[in-house]
């Protein structure tokens, strides 16, 4: 092991969170290529070895976790209780932040043909989406994208791994292409003369 692998395990280790590869690279005063080659070797270092730990990375962010095999142990050691599984209401809702964040919480209601601020509201407590700022357009509603923590529930590295959505018939995509401005920043602002 390299003294960058070694200090790169120390920092994840003491972090215990993901963290951007830049503030790594930084903190250990290396370009980012050496840290990222030093995190593929960590990463296939544990891999081959079999170890405990496995080295995730999370969009532009790397973390230190346990591997899934023996996560039922580490679950009973830390007495911490199973994440509670997803209603179907809210994995329908979580599709479509991911599949089109960032979006309002009017745009998911108009979708679903339902109220969602319930399911959105525990999301947000799990911490599987956040909010994103918010829509410039009248009464400024709330934008929620997903977070590193959906990536993680999924096993994910980046939301480019999301499989496919089905093909669409033509009178759905019509329907979505009409319901679509409900969700998306507009393209111009009239107000402020820009486009």
Not at 78 to 94: K, N, Y
Not at 98 to 118: C, E, H, K, M, N
Not at 119 to 140: H, N, Q, W
Not at 185 to 190: H, I, K, L, Q, Y
Request: charged letters at 25%; one cysteine or more; aromatic letters at 4%.
């Amino acid at each position: 092991m390299t003294e960058l692998e070694a200090g790169l395990e120390a920092v994840l280790f003491a972090a215990g969170d993901a963290v951007p590869v830049e503030r790594l690279a930084a903190a250990l005063e290396t370009s980012r290529g050496a840290l990222l080659e030093a995190a593929d070797a960590l990463a296939n270092l544990y891999d081959f070895e079999n170890r405990g730990i496995m080295l995730l990375r999370l969009a532009d962010k790397l973390q230190l976790c346990s591997r899934p095999l023996y996560a039922q142990a580490a679950r009973r050691v830390t007495e911490s209780r199973r994440p509670p599984s997803l209603s179907p209401a809210a994995l329908e809702v979580l599709t479509i932040i991911a599949y089109r964040q960032p979006v309002t919480r009017a745009f998911i209601d108009q979708l679903r043909g339902v109220d969602s601020g319930g399911t959105v509201s525990g999301l947000l407590e799990k911490e599987l989406i956040e909010e994103a700022g918010r829509m410039d357009v009248p009464g400024r509603p709330i934008l929620y994208r997903t977070t590193d923590a959906f990536l993680r529930t999924f096993s994910l590295k980046s939301l480019e791994e999301l499989p496919a959505l089905p093909a669409l018939e033509e009178n759905e995509q019509l329907e979505l292409t009409a319901q679509d401005g409900a969700g998306r920043e507009p393209e111009s602002n009239p107000s402020d003369g820009t486009e």
